[in-house]
């Protein structure tokens, strides 16, 4: 009895050794028959025993390649042809864009094994990859997935390289960057210029170099590294102030997962992401004491830890034998160097050693950073390793469509039939470099999914550059959305819901649709639109940008509201570095509405209570001095202050009881730990207060919580429990960033359901 099947397999399943491991189970299981790739994934005719066909594709489905992912896998049964052979053949011409193009992927174990035996002919090679690792994305130029069109094209492959690519039993078997030490890449340590070692030497070098506490910068994936040794404090203070990043973190690189355990505590969830390929910065609790210098993470609860994910990263820190640091190759708010000559240029102000390579790096990505939270997956910053896999969507595109993202941490997203690509982190669009990588990223993603958008999606706010680009580009469908309603719909698309649904969208800035600056929003949402319920009550926001990185600007906004005083006449412990002066300046300009806007931003409520409380009045990146008033709330605490809810629509939340309690008690001089746990304590009681109205008024039980503010630790945990203790279902992002980096995709799918209704 013989029978033969078609299989087509779709999702990630070309450029991940599919087919050497489908050749692999038809030769196991004694099928005839063939396989190739085609515009849908991979298909496959079989033929054989019915007993036989049915355990090949259960062991399809279970036990796939470890880059696959298998989105979908249909048979059905043709006519036998009586053929006893298994091959591999050649897609056909016109098959030739699908979702070619992985994510780069961390040294699999075999290649580990490799890498350290002597006896192998790759012992010690930094380059070393097979089908199941290694570089793709970064290094792919053009499409279809072949060396030719990847940085890979300079090296000729010698003959016993070209024999694995050509042996379908081969675990290279159409390794693209398949290389060895006669044929592919080698290492080079320069100084000023000079090549100085080569190969292993330049190795072994490097590695004493960060032992004498040298920085060093090192050619990765997606971009250059500055490396010194984590437990150097000199060396983390020297690369500080070269970089001119006065606290905010780095992150670290350890050999091994027992290294991460004698400087963190981590649970199994977090364990599992540390080991995962995709390698990102996984933030981790500090173990205290610890030997990693203060100078890392100050002011932070977490290290931001990683394992090495390339083979030369593996050398170098086995030689070296410490932890070390291991930041973004930049000079502040620079994107990182990825190309050779600029590093050189860029970075040799901040380090006198390189440690490179010769196989060019065709698309900048950074790190990725995730972190576990209520036992949930949260990706904080999605590049390096995830980027470009792409998002399935419940609603299908009904046109291809481009959503440009948001101003800080931007991502763009393209989106057509099932699937949404959004984009690696390209950072923060406010410098000529970064916005460059913005629309060169946009062409080569269009170019390597194939896809010629029909809409654009952008921001309310005029001013983003991802804005401006978006109005520049003619003969478009252009769609603006709204930036909460563009968060919440991330959420939603992650889950597959519709709406409607409780949105509460917490975050620093974001364009209203009405000319005020929100940020503390909760809105009744769809995907094709939203309704502003309740927000927090406006205060003036003076001075723009300083008004975000100082934040006693907003203190003052809000003693003035609250109490009608300004913090000297309160005579506030801890307030006397801000001049008197400047204090009366800022007050005149809020009482004029000279360079003032009113917002109801959550994230300068957070910064005007961590002034007000005397922790943080300056900001030296982002989000500090909420990050730092989370730190210092401590545990055990679970009062909360007064607040009140207004009853006009939307309803106006009311937080200047808030704020004069808070005040008598730092004038009390009580402990800052209690006051910022009760403020947290407060916040959380509002979303619940608020959410628990609008189910009554609106028969809702679904809720989204989105936004930078639910980045915070301590708000979000006591928020879902008290939320699902009062039988809600609550929902998060988990595989695109709750913050600005996660926006593109939300505007990407409601783009998609406006056009759906007709605009
Ligand atoms: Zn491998
Ligand atoms: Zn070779
Ligand atoms: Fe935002």
Known sequence: MTERREIAVQGIVQGVGFRPFVYGLAQKHHLAGFVRNDNAGVMIELEGEPRALDSFVQSLGEAPPPLAKIERIACQAIAPKGESDFAIIESRADDQRQIAIVPDAATCDDCLRELFDPRDR????????????????????????????????????????????????????????????????????????????????????????????????????????????????????????????????????????????????????????????????????????????????????????????????????????????????????????????????????????????????????????????????????????????????????????????????????????????????????????????????????????????????????PEYLSTKYAVSINGLTKIAVQHHHAHLASCMAEHGLGGPVIGVALDGLGYGDDGTIWGGEFLVATLSRYERRAHLRTVPLAGGDRAVRQPWRMAVSYLRDALGKDPLSLSLPGWNVISGKKIEIVTSMIQRGLNTVQTSSCGRLFDAVASIVGLRHEVNYEGQAAIELEMAAVEGVSESYPFEIGSTNPWKIDMRSTIDHLVREVRMKLPVGSMAAKFHNTLAAVIVEVCRRLRETDSLNRICLSGGTFQNEYLLQRVIAALQARGFEVYLNSQVPTNDGGIALGQAVVANAVVQQGG
Do not use: W
Request: hydrophobic content about 40%; charged content about 25%.
């Open 122 to 461: 790759r012992f010690r090679y930094p380059f070393i990859n097979c089908t199941n690792c290694g570089p793709r994305f970064t290094i792919v130029k053009d499409v279809p997935y072949d060396r030719p069109l990847t940085t890979m094209a300079g090296f000729q492959m010698c003959a016993e390289c070209e024999r694995e690519y050509h042996d379908p039993a081969n675990r290279r078997f159409h390794a693209q960057p398949n290389a060895c030490p006669a044929c592919g890449p080698q290492l080079i340590l320069k100084t000023s210029g000079q090549a100085e070692a080569f190969g292993d030497e330049a190795l072994v070098l490097a590695a004493s170099l960060l032992k004498r506490g040298k920085i060093l910068a090192i050619k990765g994936l997606g971009g250059y590294h500055l490396a010194c040794s984590a437990c150097d404090n000199e060396a983390v203070s020297r690369l500080r102030q070269r970089k001119q990043r006065e606290d905010k973190p780095f992150a670290l690189m350890t050999l091994d997962l027992d290294a991460v355990r004698r400087i963190s505590s981590i649970d199994a969830a977090e364990e599992s992401l540390v080991l995962s390929h995709q390698r990102p910065i996984v933030l981790l609790r500090k173990r205290e004491p610890n030997p990693i210098s203060a100078q890392v993470a100050p002011g932070q609860s977490r290290f931001g830890v990683m394992l090495p994910y390339t083979p030369l990263h593996y050398l170098l820190l086995d030689q070296c034998r410490l932890p070390l640091v291991m930041t973004s190759g930049n000079l502040s708010d620079e994107p990182i160097a990825f190309d050779d000559a600029e590093a050189f240029e860029r970075l040799s102000a901040i380090t006198d050693i390189f440690l490179l390579h010769d196989r060019p790096i065709h698309m900048r990505c950074d790190d990725s950073v995730v972190r576990v939270v209520a036992s949930r997956q949260t990706v904080i910053r999605r590049a390096r390793g995830y980027a470009p896999e792409p998002i399935a969507v419940a609603v299908p595109f009904v046109q291809p469509v481009l959503a440009c993202g948001a101003h800080l941490k931007n991502t763009f997203c393209l989106g057509k039939e099932r699937h949404a690509f959004l984009s690696h982190h390209i950072g923060d669009l406010e410098n000529y470099e970064t916005f460059d990588s913005f629309v060169n990223g946009i062409e080569h993603f269009k170019n390597l999914f194939a896809i010629e958008p029909l809409v654009i999606a952008h921001d309310l706010h």
